[in-house]
């Protein structure tokens, strides 16, 4: 990820204060003076925050990105860094072109920050584990498909465990999976990541049915047993890059030759559903983003053969971290909550074929 965003270089001043080319010549005369123990010397010059934010900065490629991870502001975190770049006595980033990289100083003093960072986050899950499940926290990152019912979940787990401060991140796969690496949450709900991967947990949960969704309006919507290559002919409506929808979709029409007439691109499920309802075009939906409309609303399933793409999430979590009890207890509670979670989904789905029974039988006696 790093050298990833142009945007993350400070402007102005900064992107010279950050940068120190030469450490002050006082702070290296102190660091050899340190009686070769030079840890010594980075104990008194340097701080957990500076760590911190330059394990942010590495990760996210960006200054500014990482002042927005940290709610710091952009000038913080560059005289932050210029102060750690004089402690270290060696400049910690450079720019390559537009982008920033950490230079060979920079890249061990990283390596050491996720050490000393991750021993701090074992040790403090350690301790909420000595004070058991009263208190604690569960940070929990989950797919754009899943916060249909993460927050059922969690709010089902809230009522039994009271004291846990919990806080959920949705966003697309590709940025799941950033955070994954970047150990950001305790656990994640998320599709099969595709690389075997020993450092990882996974386990199977609850299924994803991806679905082709149109408005009741189409003339599709009453048809059974539609062809592909039928689809490929109208407006598709698509998520963004990154998104694993689409790279589902995508695959699944390049394994029969075809390729969908992309209309508009858009990066949530939501607005979606509006455009579809707006006329704009069918799309591929994960069927949880539906079981609202399931009713018979504005929405209606197409029968599309190979339909529906059966896709299932998994709970993982990084093996590098300690899974702390708040997150393990999580993690069962979740496959407890399994069977409700599919019973929501065979609802919503034999709702949606007695719409089309109706548009059907509609449409065959006009
Ligand atoms: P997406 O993930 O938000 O990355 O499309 C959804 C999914 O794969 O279910």
């Known amino acids: ?25 006082d702070a290296a005369e102190a660091r050899t003076q340190s009686g070769g123990n030079g840890s010594d010397y980075l104990i008194r010059h340097t701080t957990l925050r500076q760590l911190q934010l330059l394990e942010a ?33 060696a400049p910690l980033f450079r720019h390559v072109g537009r982008t920033i990289e950490p230079t060979d100083a920079g890249r061990e003093v990283h390596a050491a920050c996720r050490d000393i960072l991750s021993t701090l986050s074992n040790l403090e899950i350690k301790l909420a584990d000595l004070k058991g499940l009263k208190r604690g926290r569960l940070r929990l990152g989950v797919l754009t498909t899943a916060k249909y019912v993460a927050p059922e979940i969690l709010g089902a787990f809230c009522r039994v465990y009271p004291g846990i401060d919990v806080s959920l991140k949705v966003t697309n796969r590709e940025h799941i999976l950033e955070r994954l690496m970047g150990h950001d949450d305790d656990l994640y709900v998320m599709g099969q990541p595709r690389e075997a991967n020993d450092q990882i947990e996974t386990i199977p949960f609850a299924p994803n049915p991806l679905v082709i969704v149109a408005s009741a309006e189409h003339p599709l919507a009453g048809e059974r047993s ?115 979670i599919r019973a929501r989904l065979a609802e919503a789905e034999a709702n949606f074929d007695g719409m089309r029974d109706r548009l059907s039988a509609r449409s065959h006696s006009t």
């Open 1 to 25: 990820m790093v050298g990833r965003k142009p945007k993350g270089v400070p402007a102005g001043s900064s992107r010279h204060s950050a940068m120190p080319q030469d450490a002050a010549p």
């Open 57 to 89: 900065i590495v990760r996210l490629g960006s200054f500014t990105r990482a002042a927005e991870e940290l709610f710091l502001t952009q000038p913080t975190v560059s005289m932050q860094i210029k102060k750690l770049s004089e402690a270290i006595g």
């Open 226 to 340: 539609i062809p592909l290559q039928a689809l490929a002919e109208e407006s598709f409506i698509l998520r963004e890059s990154g998104s694993g929808i689409r790279d589902a979709v995508l695959a699944h029409f390049a394994a029969a030759g075809l390729t969908p007439r992309v209309r508009m691109q858009l990066g949530s499920n939501e607005a979606i559903k509006r455009a579809i309802v707006g006329g704009l075009g069918i799309a591929a939906l994960s069927l949880h983003s539906l079981t609202l409309e399931s009713g018979g609303g504005r929405l209606a399933l197409l029968d599309v053969e190979g339909f529906p793409i059966m896709r299932r999430w998994h709970l993982v979590y990084s093996k590098g971290r300690e899974l702390s009890l708040v997150a393990r207890t999580f993690l069962n509670f979740a496959i407890d909550y399994e069977p409700e």
